[in-house]
């Protein structure tokens, strides 16, 4: 081993969710000297900033590759499978190009393709997984027994996962909606399931996760899916030791320090931060239940609102109603735009969180310790508030996408609720911000990242011909 550790190429599924927990993982890989190169596209590039101000050139750099066109409407597998054809051979010429390159490529679970390309250049995959393991069971379920649900009676099923731990159910609808609006013969489709079964071909896997909160489904991976121990759970990586997290993912819509002097006039745990991630538009329905519900409230907020990009824009998108802002001045934050939601997530004055349970908002409110709102509004998100409803008990069900939208009055009474210092969601909730910090901090994902990094460290440079 060089004492610089070995050369890595990280390459992160290029949207904020993805995007957000590689690059703080890389900050951990970076700490315990492996050299890194991540690969980032024009749109992302910025996003390396406050990791070129931390680290040095000899050991961080970038490889910069086209992102393809936009598509005219969101289609994930089409995404995929384009990004494929993009940079395979990009990246099959620049590897070859290198007298010493990267002893592995460290990419996305979305990424599956790399195996191939790590395959032909004698190199080992290793996947990050910006999602659960629990879920991530859950899609290797569903991409293994290629599921069929694309007739229109099926949306009225319940499907049942006995092999997965807990032997979770689902109505139809919640599951991930690629296997239920593509038609199984569909090449998209067929690309989608083919690319997320690469992984299990990769040579080991890293969840941003922790021990403690899901033991059950990392065994059931190293016993019952993959079949070996090269899996290792080092979250909640949460951009800390070091890193500016102020721009974390973007810079902030408000005047941080603005926001800062507002939060710190509240008192400790009278504030409900408000988001549905970095790229889910409510709906009319949804927009109009969620302003009324915190109006009627009266609670202190902030929220984050998302407005449409160009291609997200239709006639059922929400929009702010009529005087809101005049209405909820002195209670509420409203950031249209990019929040720095960690940053308000952490300060002593939050106390919940309305969320729809993205993974990443998922582990920021573990870890600050919130009380947990859940709105799952597609993807992953139904698991995660499984997990923290019924596994850990800091979460309370408020709405699921448009299936079931709470009455305002209904979603008043649960958000003055949540602010309770005597709900047992909230003991619950500190205990769990306890258990992942510690994690972290000497704890078993500190632990699991030094074995990752032991094991990279371990592999024997290829001589470019041998299969993996
Ligand atoms: N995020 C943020 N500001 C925003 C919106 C999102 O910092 O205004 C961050 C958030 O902290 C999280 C990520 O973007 O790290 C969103 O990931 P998540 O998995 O929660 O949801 P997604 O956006 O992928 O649906």
Sequence with gaps: MSAAGQHILVYPFPTSGHFIPFL????????????????????????????????????????????????????????????????????????????????????????????SLASELGLRRIVFSPSSSFSYSLNMSLCRESLRIDDPQAEKQTLSFPDIPNSPKYPAYQINSIYRTYKDADPDKEFYRRNWLQNLESWGVVFNTFSDLEAIYIDHL??????????????????????????????????FQELVAWLDSRDDNSVVYVSFGSHYVLTLKQM???????????????????????????????????????????????????????AV?????????????????????????????????????????????????????????????PESSTLARMLVESLDGSRAERSQAKMLSEEALNAVNGGTSDNDLGSLVKAINEIKPSTGSNKI
Excluded at 385 to 402: A, F, M, P, Q
């Design 24 to 115: 703080d993982l890389t900050h951990r890989l970076l700490n315990r000297r492996l050299t890194v190169t991540v690969l980032v596209t024009p749109n992302n590039l910025h996003l390396l900033d406050p990791l070129l101000t931390r680290h040095a050139s000899s050991s961080l750099h970038h490889l910069l590759l086209p992102d393809m066109d936009p598509l005219p409407a969101p289609n994930l597998p089409a995404r995929l499978r384009r990004l494929r054809d993009l940079h395979y051979p990009a990246l099959l010429q620049w590897f070859q190009s290198l007298t010493s390159p990267p002893v592995a490529i460290f990419s996305d679970f979305f990424l599956g393709w790399t195996q």
């Design 288 to 342: 109009d239940v969620v302003a009324s519900g915190l109006e009627e409230s009266g609670v202190n907020f902030v929220w984050s609102v998302r407005e449409p990009k160009a291609s997200q824009v239709s006639r059922d998108h929400g929009v702010i109603p009529d005087g809101f802002e005049d209405r909820v001045a002195g209670k509420g934050f409203l950031i249209k735009g990019w929040a720095p939601q960690l």
């Design 345 to 405: 997530l952490r300060h002593r004055a939050v106390g919940a969180f309305l969320t729809h349970c993205g993974w990443n908002s998922t582990l920021e409110g573990i870890a600050a310790g919130v009380v947990m709102l859940t709105w799952p509004m597609g993807a992953d998100q139904f698991t995660n508030t499984k997990l923290l409803v019924d596994e850990c008990g800091v979460g309370i069900r408020v709405g699921e996408s448009t299936q079931n939208i």
């Design 222 to 255: 190293k016993k019952e899916i993959m079949g070996h121990d090269r899996i290792w759970a080092v979250g909640p990586v949460l951009g800390d030791d070091g890193l500016d997290t102020t721009n974390r993912g973007g810079s902030s819509s408000v005047p």
